[in-house]
Each structure stands twice: as C-alpha cells, then as structure tokens.
C-alpha cells in the first residue's frame, strides 16, 4: 500500500443488487486498509437495478464522491467480468474530487457536458495551490507533464452525441486532460445508465474533476496496424460516411478491402463482423491512427459509424490481430508507468467492448498482462466509446481503444 494513498478493488456477483454493491464496497475498502474514503468508483453490469446497486454501496461507503457507469463488461486487476459489480474506493489526502452530473444528452449535448462540468468544479471547492507552487521549482520539461484538473466522464452510450458532450465539457475544463468512457448495457442497446453521489441518471454525463498533489500519466493504444494507402472521405454527414474518393464510401470500402460492394451490404451490420477486424482510421497531426468503428453498410452505399466522420479526413484501412491488442495493452501499461514516474498506486482503465469482442477468451489475459506490469490496483470497464487525448494532447472521442490513467505514490513536491 502506497504511502501518500490507499486504493482498492473489489467485485461481487450476488444475486441482490443491494447486496452485490455493499459486498464489493466493503471488500474493496478491506483491501484499501481503510475505514474510509474520499472517492468511489462504481461499474456495474445492467443486468442489476442500478439504483439497489448504488443503496448498496453508499451504505458502506457513506457520501464519498461516487462516478460510475452500467457497462458492457467490468475489469480490475484481477481480470475482465461479465455480471458483476466492480468498486474501487481511494483515500488520499492529496487526491480531491468534484462529481457532477447532467441530463437531457440526446437534446442538448454540449449544454450538458458543459453543465456537469460545472458542477463537478462547484463541489471540488478547492483550487490546485500546492500544485501550482511546486511547478516553480520544476523544469519546463516537467512542467508540461502537470495540469490543474483531470476530468473523468461518462456519457451515454447510446445518445450517439459523444462529441458534442466533449465540446461541452471542454468548455469548461479548456486543455485539461479528459478520460473516460461511454455508458454500456451488456450490448443489449436499450438503455444506459450513468451514476453520480449515489444516483443513477440515464440520458446524462457524469464528470469527475481531480485535483492532486501525486504525479499521474495518461495513456490511449489500441493495436491494429494500417493495411492501406491513404483514401479520403469525400462526403461525410456526422457519423455518416457517404462517398470515399467521390465514389460511393461502400464501394470505396470494399476496393480497401479488395471484395465485392454486395458483400457488405448484405452484411448489413458489420460492427461485429467486418467492421470489428477492418476498421478505418483518421491519422492525427503527429500521423498517428486513430480507429473509427464501422457500424452498417446500408442499401444506398453510405457506412454509418460510432464516431464522426470529419470532411477531407484522410483514411486508412486497418486490420486486428489478438496478438497486436494484447501488446497494444502491455505497452500502455509500460508507458503509463513511465511517464507517471513513480511506483504505480492504481489506475483506472476505459476499454472498448469491440477490442472486448475481437479479443474473445483472452479478454481476461490482456487484463492480467496489464496488472502485472503495474502491480497495483485498478478498475474500469467495457465501453461502448471512450474520450481521452491523443498523443499530442487534445481531447477526442475514440472507437476501439484502451486507456488507462494511472496515479503514481510519489508527490510532485518531491
């Protein structure tokens, strides 16, 4: 156990939902060496009422700050589940945390993140002196490495407004970093629920702000590797992509993918099929490729997608590997570690439900890979979206991705 902090997880699979979240409260809090806690993490399976879930763990935990989500599958170092509920409880006096929330995502995006911003700001009430203070005895290289804020969020998976909540959010929170990931439900695609200070919203965005006194590192991989030339998008409506090349974009896929147009239409919803091992990628400005996930072919030759298609992107073809994804996992692991700095206190992981599904039975040995590697404690779960920065920096809305924001036990003082 870390001296400037306390962490731990813990999962249960009871049948009552009440009991489920008290038994994963009181086995994390165990294994923190706590009695109590100044910031919960609650990531739960829909197959539970997720308001029970919350009773549950609020009655061990107290009035904590408390950010979570319904998933598509919960992580912790131990492995990847199904089902479950995973807590996370941390204590430290030099981790603060201001949770807020916002409803009304599918009507207003941005007015909603920018709202649950704003809120989680009002209940942080603390401004990052000591942390300002310490940057004057740092060097300009390690000053780059600080920020006053990190945000958390979750949003629902299913308002299909991931980008405009980031811009809200962003609005308020400027070039701090933002990670986090969407709200899932066991892809039954019906409804998502996220959590705030013991209430479950849905059609909302939760946002964490953190202020701390500990150094941190924040990291975003995914593994497939580009198959292809550059290709752009010619026509583009959201998450619509409409012409490749000035040709139809299926045709244009396919010629990617060196088969035949009918193919895919017949195909119909790729996200799990084609989609899932060929995805195509907009490099960002460091040439870097970042996936967007292919959801269906349909009839008139456009392709919809689970994030947006920009005009004039520039797009590449890319292909996954299980053995690519698991690296891809092990070297987030490696260069959290090293940039944070210190020895790993815990960590908190976004991984999306396709690498999840491509992954299959070795889901779980990406996991233990990564939790030998950091030998601390962690949670996350299985998204249906996630946010974070890119390597240069700038915060987006990601497909296929795993990223991980890890604390280091060592104060940025030292």
């Known amino acids: 156990m870390g001296i400037h902090i306390q962490a731990g997880t813990a999962w249960s699979k009871a049948k009552s939902a009440k009991k489920a979240g008290e038994e994963a409260a009181k086995a994390a809090m165990k294994r923190a060496g706590a009695d109590s806690c100044n910031f919960v993490l609650v990531f739960a399976s829909s197959k539970y009422a997720p308001q029970k879930v919350l009773d549950g763990v609020t009655k061990v935990t107290g009035n904590a700050p408390l950010y979570g989500c319904t998933t598509a599958g919960e992580i912790n170092e131990k492995g990847a589940y199904d ?12 981790v603060r945390v201001g949770v807020g929330v916002a409803t009304g995502v599918r009507k207003s995006p941005a007015a909603a993140g920018e709202k649950a911003a ?7 009430k603390r401004e990052p002196r000591l942390q300002s203070l310490a940057l004057f005895k740092k060097s300009s290289w390690e ?6 804020y990190i945000c958390l969020d979750t ?14 959010i962003m609005q308020v929170m400027g070039t701090n970093p933002i990670i986090g990931g969407s709200a899932g439900d066991d892809l039954k695609l019906k409804k998502t629920y996220q959590f705030c200070n013991g209430k479950a919203y849905t059609d909302a965005v939760v946002a964490a702000v953190i202020s701390t006194d500990l150094y941190t590192s924040i990291v ?10 550059t290709v752009v998008a010619t026509k583009t409506d959201g998450r619509k992509l409409i012409e490749i090349n000035h040709r139809p974009a299926v045709e244009g896929y396919a010629k990617l993918l060196k088969c035949d147009p ?11 099929g084609t989609g899932l091992e060929y995805p195509l990628a907009i490099p960002d400005i460091s040439g870097e490729p970042w996936l967007r996930h292919p959801f269906s072919v349909e009839k008139d030759g456009s392709i919809d997608f689970f994030s947006r ?3 004039t992107a520039v797009l590449q073809l890319m292909k996954g590997k299980k053995e690519w994804l698991i690296q891809a996992g092990e070297q987030a692991a490696r260069e959290a570690k090293r940039k944070a700095g210190g020895t790993p206190a815990c960590g908190i992981m976004f991984n999306c439900v396709a690498r999840k599904a491509l992954l299959g039975k070795q ?3 990406e996991i233990k890979e990564i939790s030998k590697l950091l030998n601390a404690p962690f949670a996350g779960f299985y998204t249906y979206g996630e946010q974070s920065p890119t390597s240069r920096g700038a915060n987006g809305h990601k497909n296929q991705t795993i990223n991980l924001l890890l604390f280091a036990d060592k104060l940025i003082t030292d």
Do not use: C, R
């Not at 704003?118 to 942080?124: S, V, Y």
């Not at 000053?143 to 006053?148: L, R, S, Y």
């Not at 009918?262 to 799990?272: N, P, S, V």
């Open 83 to 94: 089902g479950s509920v995973t807590v996370m409880v941390i204590k430290s006096k030099y």
């Open 118 to 124: 704003t809120n989680a700001l009002k209940a942080l």
């Open 143 to 148: 000053m780059v490495k600080f920020h006053p």
């Open 155 to 168: 949003i629902d998976g299913l308002s299909g407004q991931e980008e405009d909540v980031l811009n809200g």
């Open 220 to 229: 975003s991989k995914h593994g497939w590797k580009p198959l292809s030339k």
């Open 262 to 272: 009918k193919k895919l239409i017949q195909e119909g919803t790729i996200a799990f």
């Open 309 to 311: 298609i920009p005009k």
């Open 363 to 365: 889901a779980g040995t």
